[in-house]
């Protein structure tokens, strides 16, 4: 009896707490609808920067993950996860740098390369950092970020990045403070399309993450990205996916689980193939989707992402859990695109989703998104 009260204790507190949050992110978000999505985001990675210095900081963070949303462990892709929910590349990658040299540089002088490489995790649990080039990006100019009516986000960043060799030296001298689980995410170079010099690239992106001795949880090889003008189609031809993941497989120490991300849209035949591959190289894991490429005025990609793309990733995942089913081949499927409510993990889960990921949701509910939605997939069920 007195466990039980203290049970019924807790999830009254939990309760109120979450009420009290979910009514000052809605305040919050009204605040923020004054400046454009670009100046917000780099509002929140002011903070992050800031927030990753301190150890009685990162002390509150995750003790308001954990009354916010408790340990729930899960296993997909061959990774022990804390929590079924992962925070999707994108928002933890550092900004661009116009050549090697100055990344490097930048490392050596102390400077924080990757704003939330360290806060983030503690306030929402697993994140997937990247994703990262073998080079340096500063992406696309102009405008870059806007928000979309219904709940959506449009981006054309361009894959900014830091490149892999600086980010792996930043995240080796921080080997201590690196959350317990965590995965990295590999692109390989926009334009480049040569199967050899991408399994080239990428095997010299998998070089420093070993040399420097880094341990993820999983690695990701992010095979589309739509903002970049890069053909996604021909990205995700059976020649360039198989130099990527024979690179990776000959790369990748055999106790690190590989996962890749696809994108939305794709013919059904060319999901097919891609399954095919995961049996060949022991893929553990395939997310399902990254977001969904359109043109503007000028024909220039951009990407679109939350509420919008909902449809388009579900589809994705039931033809993936089919195809795999039909090929025989024991790939775990992760949701990613358009989860924002309890509602959307419940359909999911209808086809075996357990574990997914979520990007736009950060923005709309808040740094408590991946516990909110569990919660409210499991009271409606």
Known sequence: MDMKFASDTL????????????????????LVRAVDAATGHQVVNDFMERWDTGRLVQQGLRLCRTVAQPPNPAIAGGAQLTHPHILAAGWVKGTG????????????????????????PSLVGPVEFGSYTRWPRH???????????GRSLGNRVGLRNVGVRAA????????????????????PTPGVEDPQKLFEEMQQSLAYLVDAALKPSWVTINISCPTTNAD????????????????????????????????????????????????????????????????DGDGRSWGASGETL???????????????????????IIACGGILQGHDLRQLRR???????????????????????SREAQRQS
């Not at 030296?169 to 689980?181: D, G, I, K």
Request: glycine fraction near 8%; hydrophobic fraction near 50%; proline fraction near 4%.
């Open 232 to 295: 996604m189609d021909s990205v995700q031809s059976e020649a360039q996916v198989r130099a990527l993941l024979m690179a990776a497989r000959q790369g990748l120490p055999r106790d690190v689980p590989l996962w890749i991300k696809v994108g939305p849209g794709l013919r059904a035949s060319q999901y097919a193939m891609l399954v095919a591959l995961c049996g060949e190289f022991r893929v553990r894991a395939v997310v399902a989707t990254n977001t969904r490429q359109e043109l």
């Open 351 to 373: 086809f075996g989703i357990m574990v997914w990921q979520y990007f736009a949701a950060l923005v709309y509910r808040g740094p408590f998104a991946g516990g909110l939605i």
């Open 11 to 30: 999830d009254f507190l939990r309760s109120l707490f979450l009420l009290k949050y979910r009514l000052g992110w809605q305040l919050a978000l009204y």
């Open 168 to 187: 792996a030296s930043f995240l080796s001298m921080h080997q201590e403070e690196l959350p317990r689980c965590w995965g990295i995410n590999l692109a």
């Open 97 to 120: 740098y116009d050549n090697e040299v100055q990344a490097l540089a930048a490392v050596v002088q102390g400077r924080n390369l990757i704003p939330g490489w360290r806060s983030l």
């Open 310 to 332: 909902a449809r388009d990733s579900l589809d994705a995942v039931v033809k993936l859990t089919v195809l795999k089913q039909m090929l025989n081949v024991p790939v775990d």
């Open 139 to 149: 992406g696309n100019r102009g405008e870059t970020m806007w928000r979309m009516p």
